[in-house]
């Protein structure tokens, strides 16, 4: 029976975000991992780009409404076994470093259940390098040219950062240097072969438009947390020996721009992607695995690598760093490796091994509760509060969920069998995942500096070096201002000889007077050239400015046109996006209207299924009972007619035994009629009788095909059995010699259901007037049986004639002295004798005896 459905409750209205801003829904992508052997039983199958099929195995049968079910899930993309990192970097790494480039954060974990390939997809393996050297080496060869030096980016210790000059940071350095602490990994140092192959990527990708005018480093840090504590991987402890401490735990704590960071975390500022993975490799190394039923090195951990980048730009001369903390830009990348999710009756934990599979699944039960949360939150309207703070790894990401940076999760899966349930669970978790929506982070503002300032100020260094060289003139910049003024002095006329070596000497110091003069006046041309071309300078000035600000004003006017026109597109997005939004929930209440008339239409096709073959096996039923009815049908049809010839072969053999006693009446009546008179009839005595054979006359005897009549025991059929004796009222007694008696008989005059409750056989006995003129009782026997109703029911199965017959007179014989009578007197004697004693003799139809009691029997019906 098919149980009522309750109606669907109603939606509460969406409500108008906070912020108009425009989101994106977090990017979620399935990689399936390889079967570690080829005859393993594979549950998920890739459907296409976007769409896997996962299916119980054999042995685990899920039945929905009697059917077998194989479930779906989307995703924005789907990557099969054989697809490369190379590609999967391209797809789902690439875009968040260049948006680590551009100044926004970003956030790339791996989900999944324990060993299908998260930990290979984030660092790889040898000679085939992960998401994590893929995006170093992206990083790396993007902003190779225009790094800072050491130390002119300091970070501080409340998750922001510093900028100092290049004597500061020179300083620092040297100071670094001086201290026996252990330095920072050098690029210049040999690799590590353990992981020489991982950084090995030879694809140089790099992001394609990186500004020219910024300078960056790279800092690295690298945590764990276990447990639900947070731990620094990067941290230099000092070893005792006899008493080693445990690592210490880390706080978390939010920044003035309601950022969170892990207070007292290393970070480390590299310069290369070999230097930035060897750190990396020294905090892998300390990263908490165990081995378990389910994987060999399973991680007992979620780790954390954040990548953080800072820029600033040049300042005008494209020279140093401008020295402004406000024109600063510090963006985030982190990779989350997150521990997998296991059943601990399948992994066999015990111990700490048991205690860390609780922390790990209650972890990601968080992030799963505030994934639903975000999610009905944003379709609902609602304003529930998220719990972010019930795990340290929800609450160490709760910005980039509030619209900090673009969100990306990598589901990875491993379609062997035995991991079908964890698997649906984890499709189950990425599904409800893309429909969280994450606000785009905004674009950094400009500085307002001159674009390309770095290369123009080289070019024009170089240029400038390259024409002092032609003329000879000194190449460094300290001496450019006194070869300017050397210039001019050469332009004047030369000084004469000055030295009086005689008192009379008048020609020394009129010359002296003349170059003076001539100079005086030179200097007087150059004045006044200068004045004027001074003058023309600020005519054009002038003309300069009138120009800019008409053409300020123009730019203002088309900037307020522009203004009014995006202030009108923004009005129209508005529209358009609770447009959307309306069409979106309309979109969702029809697909989930749709989904119920699906199941409804399951239902009633499996209900019309069901019916139909009920119908099919009625009507199978009614075809077996058709053939059985058409061979009861025949069955009695080949009785009754049967039984039709025997009752005409027993009224021929009546008609013509009839007949046989008309001829005997005549010839006894011929006999009589011819007899003399004086001749007193001799009567045979009882011994003649004896003696003599008893012969039939040569009326036509019986017909010989008739079929014989079954012979019927009344007495012995009645014995043991009860019986309703029916007489009606108006029955007349025959008083005839043989009467009907039954034993065990209940006589009433009427039937009643009471009388028939109590017996198992009926005799109704009817008479009626014979054409002859005399009384025929007839004995009519049948069964009687309980219908379904509770009542009784008689079937009739035979009918017995008792008939009686009166000669009209007596019939002598004709001459007794004949010793010798005829065969026609012998027969009129025996029927002389038949008729003047009233005897009846029972006998079975067709028998030679003559007329008597008949008993005609009609066989018994069997129920069907």
């Given at each position: 029976?098919?149980?009522?459905?309750?109606?669907?409750?109603?939606?509460?209205?969406?409500?108008?975000?906070?912020?108009?801003?425009?989101?994106?829904?977090?990017?979620?992508?399935?990689?399936?991992?390889?079967?570690?052997?080829?005859?393993?039983?594979?549950?998920?199958?890739?459907?296409?780009?976007?769409?896997?099929?996962?299916?119980?195995p054999e042995g685990y049968r899920i039945f929905r409404n009697g059917e077998y079910r194989e479930t779906q899930y989307s995703f924005k993309e789907v990557f099969g076994t054989l697809v490369v990192q190379k590609e999967l970097f391209d797809v789902v790494a690439k875009p968040l470093v260049?948006?680590?480039i551009r100044g926004k954060n970003g956030l790339l974990f791996t989900y999944g259940v324990t060993g299908s390939g998260k930990t290979h997809t984030m660092t790889g393996s040898p000679g085939d390098g992960g998401l994590l050297p893929r995006c170093l080496d992206m990083i790396f060869n993007?902003?190779?040219?225009?790094?800072?030096?050491?130390?002119?980016?300091?970070?501080?210790?409340?998750?922001?950062?510093?900028?100092?000059?290049?004597?500061?940071?020179?300083?620092?350095?040297?100071?670094?240097?001086?201290?026996?602490?252990?330095?920072?990994?050098?690029?210049?140092?040999?690799?590590?072969?353990?992981?020489?192959?991982?950084?090995?990527?030879?694809?140089?990708?790099?992001?394609?438009?990186?500004?020219?005018?910024?300078?960056?480093?790279?800092?690295?840090?690298?945590?764990?947390?276990?447990?639900?504590?947070?731990?620094?991987?990067?941290?230099?402890?000092?070893?005792?020996?006899?008493?080693?401490?445990?690592?210490?735990?880390?706080?978390?704590?939010?920044?003035?721009?309601?950022?969170?960071?892990?207070?007292?975390?290393?970070?480390?500022?590299?310069?290369?992607?070999?230097?930035?993975?060897?750190?990396?490799?020294?905090?892998?190394?300390?990263?908490?695995?165990?081995?378990?039923?389910?994987?060999?090195?399973?991680?007992?951990?979620?780790?954390?690598?954040?990548?953080?980048?800072?820029?600033?730009?040049?300042?005008?001369?494209?020279?140093?760093?401008?020295?402004?903390?406000?024109?600063?830009?510090?963006?985030?990348?982190?990779?989350?490796?997150?521990?997998?999710?296991?059943?601990?009756?399948?992994?066999?934990?015990?111990?700490?091994?048991?205690?860390?599979?609780?922390?790990?699944?209650?972890?990601?039960?968080?992030?799963?509760?505030?994934?639903?949360?975000?999610?009905?939150?944003?379709?609902?309207?609602?304003?529930?509060?998220?719990?972010?703070?019930?795990?340290?790894?929800?609450?160490?990401?709760?910005?980039?969920?509030?619209?900090?940076?673009?969100?990306?999760?990598?589901?990875?899966?491993?379609?062997?069998?035995?991991?079908?349930?964890?698997?649906?669970?984890?499709?189950?978790?990425?599904?409800?995942?893309?429909?969280?929506?994450?606000?785009?982070?905004?674009?950094?503002?400009?500085?307002?500096?001159?674009?390309?300032?770095?290369?123009?100020?080289?070019?024009?260094?170089?240029?400038?070096?390259?024409?002092?060289?032609?003329?000879?003139?000194?190449?460094?910049?300290?001496?450019?201002?006194?070869?300017?003024?050397?210039?001019?002095?050469?332009?004047?006329?030369?000084?004469?000889?000055?030295?009086?070596?005689?008192?009379?000497?008048?020609?020394?110091?009129?010359?002296?007077?003349?170059?003076?003069?001539?100079?005086?006046?030179?200097?007087?041309?150059?004045?006044?050239?200068?004045?004027?071309?001074?003058?023309?300078?600020?005519?054009?000035?002038?003309?300069?400015?009138?120009?800019?600000?008409?053409?300020?004003?123009?730019?203002?006017?088309?900037?307020?046109?522009?203004?009014?026109?995006?202030?009108?597109?923004?009005?129209?997005?508005?529209?358009?996006?609770?447009?959307?939004?309306?069409?979106?929930?309309?979109?969702?209440?029809?697909?989930?209207?749709?989904?119920?008339?699906?199941?409804?239409?399951?239902?009633?096709?499996?209900?019309?299924?069901?019916?139909?073959?009920?119908?099919?096996?009625?009507?199978?039923?009614?075809?077996?009972?058709?053939?059985?009815?058409?061979?009861?049908?025949?069955?009695?049809?080949?009785?009754?007619?049967?039984?039709?010839?025997?009752?005409?072969?027993?009224?021929?053999?009546?008609?013509?035994?009839?007949?046989?006693?008309?001829?005997?009446?005549?010839?006894?009546?011929?006999?009589?009629?011819?007899?003399?008179?004086?001749?007193?009839?001799?009567?045979?005595?009882?011994?003649?009788?004896?003696e003599k054979p008893v012969q039939r006359s040569v009326s036509p005897s019986p017909v010989p095909n008739a079929p014989p009549v079954r012979l019927r025991h009344r007495r012995s059929r009645s014995a043991g059995e009860r019986w309703v004796d029916h007489k009606p009222p108006s029955n007349?007694?025959?008083?005839?010699?043989?009467?009907?008696?039954?034993?065990?008989?209940?006589?009433?005059?009427?039937?009643?259901?009471?009388?028939?409750?109590?017996?198992?056989?009926?005799?109704?006995?009817?008479?009626?007037?014979?054409?002859?003129?005399?009384?025929?009782?007839?004995?009519?026997?049948?069964?009687?049986?309980?219908?379904?109703?509770?009542?009784?029911?008689?079937?009739?199965?035979?009918?017995?004639?008792?008939?009686?017959?009166?000669?009209?007179?007596?019939?002598?014989?004709?001459?007794?002295?004949?010793?010798?009578?005829?065969?026609?007197?012998?027969?009129?004697?025996?029927?002389?004798?038949?008729?003047?004693?009233?005897?009846?003799?029972?006998?079975?139809?067709?028998?030679?005896?003559?007329?008597?009691?008949?008993?005609?029997?009609?066989?018994?019906?069997?129920?069907?």
């Amino acid at each position: 029976m098919k149980s009522a459905r309750a109606k669907t409750p109603r939606r509460p209205a969406l409500k108008k975000p906070p912020n108009s801003s425009l989101k994106d829904p977090v990017g979620v992508y399935c990689r399936v991992r390889p079967l570690s052997r080829p005859d393993q039983e594979c549950c998920i199958e890739v459907i296409n780009e976007t769409t896997v099929q996962i299916h119980p195995p054999e042995g685990y049968r899920i039945f929905r409404n009697g059917e077998y079910r194989e479930t779906q899930y989307s995703f924005k993309e789907v990557f099969g076994t054989l697809v490369v990192q190379k590609e999967l970097f391209d797809v789902v790494a690439k875009p968040l470093v260049e948006d680590l480039i551009r100044g926004k954060n970003g956030l790339l974990f791996t989900y999944g259940v324990t060993g299908s390939g998260k930990t290979h997809t984030m660092t790889g393996s040898p000679g085939d390098g992960g998401l994590l050297p893929r995006c170093l080496d992206m990083i790396f060869n993007s902003i190779g040219p225009f790094q800072a030096k050491r130390f002119v980016f300091k970070l501080d210790d409340k998750n922001g950062v510093d900028v100092q000059c290049e004597v500061d940071a020179l300083l620092e350095r040297q100071k670094r240097d001086a201290m026996p602490v252990p330095k920072t990994p050098s690029g210049k140092r040999q690799i590590d072969p353990e992981f020489a192959d991982m950084i090995n990527v030879q694809d140089h990708c790099k992001v394609e438009e990186v500004d020219e005018d910024n300078v960056y480093s790279v800092f690295v840090s690298y945590i764990e947390i276990y447990n639900n504590y947070i731990y620094d991987l990067l941290e230099e402890a000092p070893f005792d020996p006899i008493k080693p401490k445990p690592p210490q735990s880390k706080i978390l704590r939010e920044d003035q721009n309601h950022n969170m960071y892990v207070t007292g975390c290393t970070e480390v500022e590299v310069k290369s992607t070999e230097e930035a993975f060897e750190v990396f490799w020294r905090g892998q190394k300390k990263r908490r695995i165990a081995n378990t039923q389910l994987n060999r090195e399973s991680s007992r951990s979620h780790s954390v690598f954040i990548i953080k980048l800072a820029q600033a730009p040049l300042d005008a001369d494209g020279d140093n760093v401008l020295q402004e903390k406000e024109q600063i830009t510090l963006s985030q990348l982190s990779l989350v490796d997150l521990a997998g999710s296991e059943r601990t009756n399948r992994t066999k934990a015990e111990g700490n091994r048991l205690r860390e599979a609780g922390n790990i699944n209650q972890s990601l039960m968080t992030l799963r509760t505030c994934i639903e949360v975000l999610r009905e939150n944003q379709m609902y309207g609602t304003n529930k509060m998220v719990p972010y703070r019930d795990s340290k790894l929800t609450h160490l990401f709760k910005n980039y969920f509030d619209g900090e940076g673009k969100v990306r999760m990598i589901v990875c899966v491993n379609p062997k069998a035995e991991d079908y349930e964890e698997s649906l669970q984890v499709m189950r978790f990425a599904e409800m995942t893309q429909e969280v929506e994450v606000a785009r982070p905004v674009d950094r503002p400009l500085c307002g500096l001159t674009p390309g300032r770095r290369f123009r100020n080289a070019a024009f260094r170089e240029e400038l070096s390259r024409k002092l060289e032609m003329r000879g003139g000194p190449i460094n910049g300290e001496t450019e201002e006194q070869s300017v003024s050397e210039m001019f002095l050469q332009n004047l006329p030369p000084l004469p000889s000055c030295e009086l070596l005689d008192v009379n000497d008048d020609q020394t110091l009129p010359k002296l007077i003349e170059v003076l003069e001539k100079r005086h006046k030179l200097r007087q041309m150059l004045s006044e050239e200068f004045a004027k071309n001074v003058l023309a300078f600020k005519t054009m000035l002038q003309d300069f400015d009138s120009s800019v600000v008409s053409k300020e004003n123009y730019i203002q006017g088309k900037l307020s046109e522009k203004e009014k026109t995006i202030a009108g597109q923004k009005t129209e997005l508005e529209r358009l996006e609770k447009k959307i939004k309306t069409l979106e929930y309309k979109i969702e209440i029809l697909e989930k209207t749709a989904t119920i008339y699906e199941e409804d239409k399951r239902n009633l096709q499996q209900e019309l299924e069901s019916q139909s073959q009920k119908l099919q096996r009625q009507a199978s039923d009614k075809r077996r009972l058709e053939a059985r009815l058409q061979g009861m049908v025949a069955e009695t049809t080949m009785k009754w007619e049967k039984e039709c010839e025997r009752r005409v072969a027993a009224k021929q053999l009546e008609m013509q035994n009839k007949l046989w006693v008309k001829d005997e009446k005549l010839k006894q009546l011929k006999a009589i009629v011819t007899e003399p008179k004086n001749e007193k009839p001799e009567r045979p005595s009882r011994e003649r009788d004896r003696e003599k054979p008893v012969q039939r006359s040569v009326s036509p005897s019986p017909v010989p095909n008739a079929p014989p009549v079954r012979l019927r025991h009344r007495r012995s059929r009645s014995a043991g059995e009860r019986w309703v004796d029916h007489k009606p009222p108006s029955n007349l007694p025959t008083e005839t010699v043989m009467q009907p008696h039954v034993p065990h008989a209940i006589t009433v005059a009427a039937a009643s259901e009471k009388a028939l409750a109590k017996c198992d056989k009926y005799m109704l006995t009817h008479q009626e007037l014979a054409s002859d003129g005399e009384i025929e009782t007839k004995l009519i026997k049948g069964d009687v049986f309980k219908t379904r109703g509770g009542g009784q029911a008689v079937q009739f199965t035979e009918i017995e004639t008792l008939k009686q017959e009166s000669p009209t007179g007596r019939k002598r014989r004709s001459s007794p002295s004949d010793p010798d009578p005829p065969k026609d007197a012998a027969d009129s004697e025996w029927t002389d004798v038949e008729t003047r004693c009233s005897v009846a003799v029972e006998m079975r139809a067709g028998s030679t005896l003559g007329p008597g009691y008949q008993h005609h029997a009609q066989p018994k019906r069997r129920k069907p």
